[in-house]
């Protein structure tokens, strides 16, 4: 009939790139293979030790984080206020079971971007939604260390500064029309954190 039809499942704020190719190809047959539902195994619940980069504006040794939290929550005007990287680390423990799977770590919410480190291995940048990475290869059996580093914008050191004094501010733009009572950004790992698994065929 002329037409090409591609039923696509897409998570929010996802893109595919679709490519057709000039050859004539028979009628498809109903497969499935985007239609992948991952299932979540297991949640990381473990408390984290979160390391501020930035020791000029953020706290000057790592903070322990008996769970996820957004920073512009914080009692601490130095991890409320902060603009930067700061690195999220931790230990958890994995069984494998005999099936075929691809393994994912899931971010939950992020704010803005980050970068994971399973038992040292980089399995990758994500700085939009979904937050998922493959982590084929990087999860063992038993114990494992899980590093996530995240930055977030500098429009929240920004707005901190608005409430100091001039010699103790550390940002400064050409035109800076940010106020004290600007609305802050959600910053950091939010998550909730999931090692997620899709069986294969």
Do not use: C
């Amino acid at each position: 009939e002329g037409r090409t039809i591609v039923p696509i499942k897409m998570k929010v704020n996802q893109s595919w790139f679709v490519v057709f190719s000039d050859s004539q190809i028979e009628t498809g047959k109903g497969y499935d293979k985007n239609f992948t539902d991952s299932a979540v195994v297991q949640t990381l619940e473990m408390p984290w030790t979160v390391d501020f980069k930035n020791k000029q504006i953020g706290p000057k040794e790592p903070v322990s984080f008996s769970k996820l939290t957004d920073w512009i929550a914080n009692d601490n005007e130095k991890i409320k206020y902060y603009s930067g990287t700061a690195v999220y680390k931790s230990t958890f423990k994995y069984t494998k079971n005999d099936k075929a799977q691809d393994l994912f770590i899931d971010l939950g919410k992020v704010g803005v971007m980050a970068s994971v480190k399973i038992n040292g291995i980089d399995i990758g940048t994500t700085w939009m939604f979904p937050y998922k990475l493959n982590a084929n290869g990087s999860v063992k059996e038993g114990e494992n260390t899980i590093e996530i580093e995240v930055v977030n914008v500098w429009r929240n050191r920004m707005t901190g500064d608005k409430s100091l004094p001039d010699a103790n501010k550390t940002t400064w733009v050409l035109v800076d029309k940010i106020t004290p009572e600007e609305e802050l950004i959600p910053s950091g790992l939010l998550g909730p954190v999931t090692i997620q698994v899709i069986n294969k065929k």
